[in-house]
């Protein structure tokens, strides 16, 4: 079990938006660390997404959003593309585990 | 934008050392980046190793700092990882990875460039 807690899997057809919950707690997100996101498009490292909770890295779409709130964080893609398809994680900093934590990942598949 | 190669045996048998070294490209081991590894695991995903600055500054994972070592050789650009007692649980694919971050509250480090990975399978 992840320290962030993100949903198995969703899904969208084309065109459409859907939104990754990265839930936390007060020692992580909830204590003010900031919440980056990674891409993994099948059979390739992770690449960064999003950092700092909602900057985009040079080259990042802006169809990608990021957002945080209390505890939680979220990742939003509008205008899902087929290239879109790709495992997405979430990852912050534990001051009780004193190290990174990642989410178990959330695959999105456009249907 | 930095390149980063992983290389080193991809079996290690039960009880030894797993030793991994990776090449940075273009002379980029640079005093702003922290230099690290991460790994891959179907079972437990994405968890991270250590981390390294030129200053040879190190943090490692608690769960894996008794057994674990990340070394910097600045003049031929290379980043090393030594995880010792190995068991089968530590197979996974392993990155490497240049690491930003502030060291000031509220910073998360984050991870900027990740190498291709490479799969090390703990067996006998």
């Known amino acids: 079990q992840s320290v962030l807690t993100q949903p198995p899997s969703v899904s969208g057809a084309p065109g459409q938006s859907v939104t990754i919950s990265c839930t936390g707690s007060?020692?992580?997100?909830?204590?003010?660390?900031?919440v980056h996101w990674y891409q993994q498009l099948p059979g390739t490292a992770p690449k960064l997404l999003i950092h700092d909770n909602i900057n985009r890295p040079a080259g990042v779409p802006d169809r990608f959003f990021g957002s945080k709130s209390g505890t939680s964080a979220s990742l939003a893609i509008t205008g899902l593309q087929a290239e879109d398809e790709a495992d997405y994680y979430c990852q912050s900093y534990d001051s009780s585990l004193t190290g990174w934590v990642f989410g178990g990942g959330t695959k999105v598949t456009v249907v | 934008q930095v390149q980063l190669k992983e290389s080193g045996p991809g079996l290690v048998k039960p009880s030894e050392t797993l030793s991994l070294t990776c090449v940075v490209s273009n002379d980029f081991l640079t005093s702003e980046h922290y230099w690290g590894w991460i790994r891959q695991t179907p079972g437990k995903g994405l968890e991270w190793i250590g981390i390294i600055n030129l200053s040879g500054r190190t943090y490692y994972n608690p769960s894996l700092q008794s057994r674990v070592s990340i070394s910097l050789d600045t003049p031929n650009n290379q980043l090393s990882l030594s995880l010792a007692s190995v068991r089968a649980t530590d197979t996974a694919v392993y990155y490497c990875?240049?690491?930003?971050?502030?060291?000031?509250?509220?910073?998360?480090?984050?991870?900027?460039?990740w190498g291709q990975g490479t799969l090390v399978t703990v067996s006998s």
């Open positions: 990875a240049t690491v930003e971050w502030m060291e000031v509250w509220g910073s998360s480090p984050r991870v900027s460039d």
């Open positions: 007060t020692s992580n997100i909830g204590a003010g660390y900031d």
